[in-house]
């Protein structure tokens, strides 16, 4: 029986944003059970719940805003927490983005796993697709499928000699998101770092914190953590997006160039479509997995 997870005990970080450049300094807390995620703006005193429906902006990272207080970058924490099945959690910081670390997720599941997990009276609910369902949005696609487990495809292309296109599969749990995911780094091109800083972005923004591509390839001296990195990252983006649905998605998503935006407008999407999806409790998938097998 999965039951609902939260953290044992307070634990804090500190960093400077990706994009505001500003330090901020974060505390994570315990939280009860059916609380959700909750970002709390210490310096406004103003809650922001990680859902959909408080979402500002999805320009170069994602957004999350209310009453005239926002945070930027949330999408690297919320795919750590949940990678590691954090369904509760409280998160007080004193500045307006969460701190980019190494600008993976590696960093982030270090410092919820120092707080250690801690198991809530509850189970937790699963969003679990039972039919089809087909976003489009210019260029990108994200679909959904019913599947006996949590995976994700994810197709990336860059007309760059170094980046092409990329795919990857992967059956999603607490294991291969920390060994195959969480480390890969934010990216960016040279060539587009003069446009972000004019747009009040990247202020933050160096090769200690993110791969950057020039002409002739990667200019960060440590080389890349995997040799698709690339298509990597953007599935841990896309993990701490879908996360703003509220559930766990108990399916196949499938999804090709697809950025913030297009993720978010997807999770709308679907959560519009109640004919494609059911809630369902983590005993519910145990036993239609058995029966599964057990026709296999």
């Known amino acids: 029986m999965r039951l609902q997870r939260t953290i044992k005990q307070e634990v804090s ?3 400077i944003g990706l994009h505001t450049g500003a330090h901020v300094s974060v505390k994570l807390k315990p939280a009860s059970r059916d609380s959700g995620i909750i970002f709390h703006r210490i310096d406004k005193n103003v809650m922001i719940r990680a859902h959909v429906g408080e979402v500002s902006d999805t320009a170069f990272a994602t ?5 005239g207080a926002r ?3 949330v999408e690297h924490f919320l795919a750590a927490a ?3 099945g954090i369904d509760n959690l409280i998160i007080e910081l004193d500045g307006p983005e969460i701190p980019i670390l190494d600008g993976s997720s590696t960093g982030l599941i270090d410092i919820i796993l120092r707080g250690g997990i801690a198991k809530q009276g509850k189970r937790r609910s699963y969003l679990r697709i039972t039919k ?3 976003f489009e949005d210019g260029h990108s696609e994200i679909a959904a499928f019913p599947h006996n ?3 994700l495809t994810y197709r990336i292309y860059f007309n760059h000699h170094l980046l092409g296109e990329q795919k990857l599969t992967l059956e999603l749990n607490e294991e291969t998101f920390a060994r195959e995911v969480a480390p890969a780094r934010t990216f960016g091109f040279v060539k587009d770092v003069e446009y972000l800083r004019a747009n009040g972005l990247a202020k933050g923004g160096s090769l200690d914190n993110a791969v950057i591509l020039g002409d002739d390839g990667v200019l960060n001296k440590s080389g890349l953590r995997f040799k698709d990195e690339f298509v990597r990252h953007k ?11 509220g559930f766990p998605i108990y399916g196949h998503l499938v999804a090709s160039k697809a950025g913030h935006s297009t993720n978010i407008k997807f999770v709308k999407n679907l959560l519009s479509a109640a004919d494609c999806w059911e809630i369902v409790s983590d005993t519910d998938i145990e036993y239609a ?3 599964a097998l057990a026709y296999s």
Do not use: W
């Open 13 to 15: 970080f500190a960093g």
């Open 63 to 67: 957004s999350l805003g209310h009453n």
């Open 71 to 73: 945070i930027k970058t």
């Open 82 to 84: 949940s990678g590691l």
């Open 132 to 134: 089809p369902i087909f």
């Open 149 to 151: 487990g949590r995976r």
């Open 235 to 245: 599935m841990l983006d896309f993990i701490g997006d879908i996360s703003l649905i």
């Open 289 to 291: 997995r058995v029966n």
